[in-house]
């Protein structure tokens, strides 16, 4: 008699494997799948580098294409506006309105529009109240931030015109550091000793802070190199020297904070400015290398010119919650983590007045 159920009998006796094949051909489909969404829509984790010195050193920097791709997201927001040339004859600002001690030499058209401008870039919110307390009188320097104010347009004016080797033709404006804020997010104080229980050097390190980016570096390097006259360098590359003239570790581990700073304010790594087969070599650093140094020389002059000096004008809530110290600037507070502020976008084309003290150049 013939048997029906032949065929489960011959499965049982001869089993096969079918999740195997359907893993594989699972897998295989859906790296075809990811292959054609590459293709389509491009390599999400795709990389480009930037060759910063000559080519088999290794120095370059290595990003993802969706990062540097992705500009600032404070651009967007900025306000520009083409000067108004004046015609000859034309009253001047310091001729028309009181108590006008800076932009004095612009025509009044053009002094307004500049006031519009950085009410937009520092006090979008409170407009011109803000510096000034009493719409019917603008003269009045009753109010702490018009003094202020009134600085930082010397600062900025100084910046570009004496400066030029660090922010190029780009240049800054008020927009570079406040972003629509009345207060640029990354000032910084003082906050050493953040270990208050220990003495000594031991009580400026092991501590996560902003400024040595959370490392076990010392946290005092900007008040130490961008505040006071403090010298960048490292010991020597001898062991057992004498250390009279030449950098203790403390110099060294304080230079190393300040680097880690320098290179997570702009996004880079050491290879932006350095050989890192010869740090110690100048002959052998980037073009970027020589910008850097400017840019500390310009830090320092800002800081110890114009910022720090401002210390009596701000009110309590304004200086150091440690050390009462007025607030300061460093690199993250033009740069914001990109390798050129807002994106190298020119600020001072429109802006003519912020490029030099004294009567613009309008051609």
Partial sequence: MFDLNWFSKWNRENPTDIYGPAILIGAGGGAILVAALIVTWGNPAATSSLQTGPRGTG?????????????DPTIEDYYTEEPITPEAGEPLAKDI????????????????RLMGAITLWVSPEQ???YCHS???NFAA???YTKIVARRMIQMTQNINENWDGHVAENGVNCYTCHRGQNVPDNIWFRIDPQLESVEGWSALQNYATSQNVSTSLPHDALDKLLNKDGEIKVHDLEARVDNEGTASIQDTERTYSLMNYFANSLNVNCLFCHNSNAFYDPGQVTPQ???ALLGIDMVQEMNTEYLVPLKDTYPPNRLGPKHGDAPKAACKTCHQGYSKPMGGMNMISDWPELAKEGPPDYE
């Fill in 59 to 71: 120095m370059s920097i290595v990003k993802y294409e969706a990062e540097r791709n992705t500009p």
């Fill in 97 to 112: 309105y009181e108590n006008v001690q800076v932009l004095g030499d612009l025509t009044e058209s053009n002094f307004n």
């Fill in 127 to 129: 407009g011109c109240t």
């Fill in 134 to 136: 009493d719409e019917e």
């Fill in 141 to 143: 320097d009753d109010v």
């Fill in 289 to 291: 290398w020589a910008t």
